[in-house]
């Protein structure tokens, strides 16, 4: 069964770190780009970042966290991971990971696998 | 940053009906457009992709069309299980990748 399993959310004072996990199974882990997307409680969705497949070379992030949160992947151990430094009460949210499907003859892409969230309150 | 303009917020409508979500960007996303379903305490789905192309599994019912900054994702025949948060996004010019803000579909 194809699989995304966040881990590491919890409770952290404003200023404060944090490291989220993401663990694949059941695909070729390296093969696909990935996503972190986050939730506020009550609001819509918000991407976060994105790295590519294999080296992970490629790497974006949205403005909101430039400077402050670190994507990275180990492809050895299936994961993709999110460091969160200098946390604001406005990180509060859920945040999932979500594999990247590119559909080569359109060349367009869709979130189409996605793990259950992993929930990180951000508060003194 | 392309922003994404989703209508109505809220939709009202009985299992059966035919429910209209529309999404409109601030300048050409050609047809790199996607929806996804989001119940409450789940994660998101993808439903379509490239504007018009039903991702794996789902079912014929749903369907998206639209090009340019105009998009429409069309649900036939409402089941109670359709009854979610619909969301478009973008994946023309990205980064950043864009969400609208979202649709609410609630049995009427």
């Known amino acids: 069964e194809v699989q995304l399993v966040e881990s590491g959310g919890g409770l952290v004072q404003p200023g404060g770190s944090l490291r989220l996990s993401c663990a694949a199974s059941?695909?070729?882990?390296?093969?696909?780009?990935m996503n972190w997307v986050r939730q506020a409680p009550g609001k819509g969705l918000e991407w976060v970042s994105y790295?590519?497949?294999?080296?992970?070379?490629?790497?974006y992030y949205a403005d909101s966290v430039k400077g402050r949160f670190t994507i990275s992947r180990d492809n050895a151990k299936n994961s993709l991971y999110l460091q969160m430094n200098s946390l604001r009460a406005e990180d509060t949210a859920v945040y999932y990971c979500?594999?990247?499907?590119?559909?080569?003859?359109?060349?367009?892409?869709?979130?189409?696998?996605w793990g259950q969230g992993t929930t990180v309150t951000v508060s003194s | 940053e392309i922003v994404l303009t989703q209508s109505p917020a809220t939709l009202s409508l009985s299992p059966g009906e035919r429910a209209t979500l529309s999404c409109r960007a601030s300048?050409?996303?050609?047809?790199?457009l996607a929806w996804y379903q989001q119940k409450p305490g789940q994660a998101p789905r993808l439903l379509i992709y490239?504007?018009?192309n039903r991702a794996t599994g789902i079912p014929a019912r749903f369907s998206g069309s639209g090009s340019g900054t105009d998009f429409t994702l069309t649900i036939s025949n409402l089941e109670p299980e359709d009854f979610a948060v619909y969301y478009c996004?973008?994946?023309?010019?990205?980064?950043?990748?864009?969400f609208g803000q979202g649709t609410r579909l609630e049995i009427k």
């Open positions: 490239g504007a018009s």
């Open positions: 996004q973008q994946r023309s010019n990205w980064p950043p990748i864009t």
């Open positions: 790295i590519s497949s294999s080296s992970g070379s490629t790497i």
């Open positions: 300048q050409s996303v050609s047809s790199y």
């Open positions: 059941g695909f070729t882990f390296s093969n696909y780009e």
């Open positions: 979500a594999r990247d499907r590119k559909y080569q003859l359109l060349s367009a892409y869709g979130m189409d696998v």
